[in-house]
Structure formats: C-alpha cells, structure tokens
C-alpha cells in the first residue's frame, strides 16, 4: 500500500453538518472524492439536495438530514446508523453568526450570547456525543473553529468565545476518546471567501484589501479547508489527536498585523 492510499476512506461513512454550501459542502464532496458515503445536514433542503447530488456524482451514496443541527445531532445519528449501519467520521461544520449588530461584549444581550453558543459550541457537544457513543472500532470527529477563538476578538466577543470553546473541546474530547480509537482534531480556517462571506464583507475592493493582510497574497478556498480536513479524517493522520490546525494562509496570530510592501502604482 502506498502512502497515497492512506488517503482513502473507501466504506466509511461521514456527517458534515452545516454542508448545504460553502466550506462544508467542499468537505462532503473531499470525502466522497476518498471513497466515503456522506451524510448531508443544512436547514434547506434544496441546498442539501445539490450536495448529495454532488456527492452521487462522485460514486458515493448520499443521505440528506435537512433541518437546523441544535438539539438534532441525535436524530441525524439515528438516521445515519439506520441507513448505512456505521459512523466513522462527524465533521462538525455548522457555525458562524447571523447577528447583524456590532457591539461590546458589555452591551451585548444575553439571549444573543446564548444563541451563538447554541450554534457553535452547543452543537459541536451534541455533534461530539451523538458520533463518539456510536463509534465502536474507532473513528475521527473534526470541529470547524476559528482563529477567533484564538485570540481577543472585538466586536464579535460572543462568536469568539464559542470557538474558544471548540478548541478547548476539542482537545479534552482527544484524551477522554483517545483509549476508544477515536481522534478529534480542529480546523481554524482563515478568510475563505463563500457566500455568506460575501454578505457579510461586501464588494470586491474590500476582498482585495483583506488579501493584502494574507502572507500567502490571497483568501481562502472551501477547497483549501476540505483538504485538511480529508487529511485528519485519513488514516494518513492515524496518530494526530488532540490538534487544532489553522488554515490561513500564514495569517497567524503573530502575523495578524501584517503590513505588506505597498502595490506599485499604475
């Protein structure tokens, strides 16, 4: 077997949560290109529907579970366990923040920090739990988190402080599975610029100049995510646990105040 192979995942079975566009839906698709059948979550259905069809196209089967991921992590295990009769790989995908006001962490109401914990820490618990009590020859879950929880983050505090949380759960989940065979590792993308990155940042002037902030001269890709996460899901990263793995572009903490070398003119 070369070490190529070791990137397969050919009769394991996947959820990617939060997969109707976007990077999860780069992921779902990543994890059928290696072999695995996948399990579609988003709220719509037509969204799920254009991924599952992706994923066919790849040769995979495709189950979708449409529906908000808060208190539904169960139902979606149930289902994926019903269907294919294993669970090897949860990617916990959905997050973000629909929260249109920009405000202080002191002024910031308490139902709106409990709705972003609901959604990005809450249910990559739930996600967690329902996937490790049903992974019984091992397994890998995967957390999506964000360099935000990495560091103070103004302005967003209560997104920042559940992605810190991620990283944190991510690491204790590692130790308390390890014994069972199951790896939990993090992502942290950098700016990847989809749809609703889009919504949130803007017109293209804007996407140039958060590229200049990059190291690397660009924004992200969901691509550049699914390839790191296929990675953790592999046997090629058998004995990586416990990590949390930033894909930014060199857009690091140390080097969030990068200043490059002023664009000639003309």
């Given at each position: 077997m070369s070490l190529l192979d070791q990137f397969r995942l050919d009769g394991k079975v996947a959820v990617v949560t939060g997969s109707g566009q976007g990077i999860g839906r780069?992921?779902?698709?990543?994890?059928a290109d290696a072999g695995a059948d996948v399990v579609i979550n988003a709220r719509r259905r037509g969204d799920c529907e254009e991924t599952a069809a992706g994923a066919e196209a790849r040769g995979q089967r495709a189950l979708i579970c449409d529906g908000?991921?808060?208190?539904?992590?169960?139902?979606?295990?149930?289902?994926?366990?019903?269907?294919?009769?294993?669970?090897?790989?949860?990617?916990n995908d959905v997050g973000g923040s629909n929260e249109k006001n920009v405000r202080l962490l002191v002024d910031t109401?308490?139902?709106?920090?409990?709705?972003?914990?609901?959604?990005?820490?809450?249910s990559a618990f739930q996600g967690a739990k329902a996937a490790g009590n049903r992974m019984v020859d091992g397994g890998v879950i995967i957390n999506i988190t964000s360099g935000a929880g990495t560091r103070g983050s103004p302005y967003t505090g209560p997104y920042a402080a559940a992605k810190a949380g991620m990283i944190n759960l991510t690491q204790t989940l590692a130790l308390e599975l390890a014994e069972r065979g199951i790896r939990v590792n993090a992502v942290s993308p950098g700016p990847v610029v989809t749809e609703a990155f889009r919504e949130v940042l803007g017109v293209e002037d804007q996407l140039d100049a958060l590229a200049r902030t990059i190291p690397l001269g660009r924004t992200g890709t969901p691509d550049d995510i699914a390839g790191a996460v296929l990675y953790l899901a592999s046997p090629a990263a058998s004995w990586v646990t416990g990590e949390h793995l930033l894909v930014a572009g060199g857009r690091t903490q140390r080097a969030y105040q990068y200043q490059p070398k002023a664009a000639p003119e003309g």
């Open positions: 780069a992921i779902a698709w990543a994890l908000d991921i808060r208190d539904f992590s169960e139902t979606i295990a149930e289902r994926t366990m019903a269907t294919f009769g294993r669970l090897d790989i949860w990617v109401p308490d139902d709106v920090f409990r709705s972003q914990l609901e959604l990005n820490l809450t």
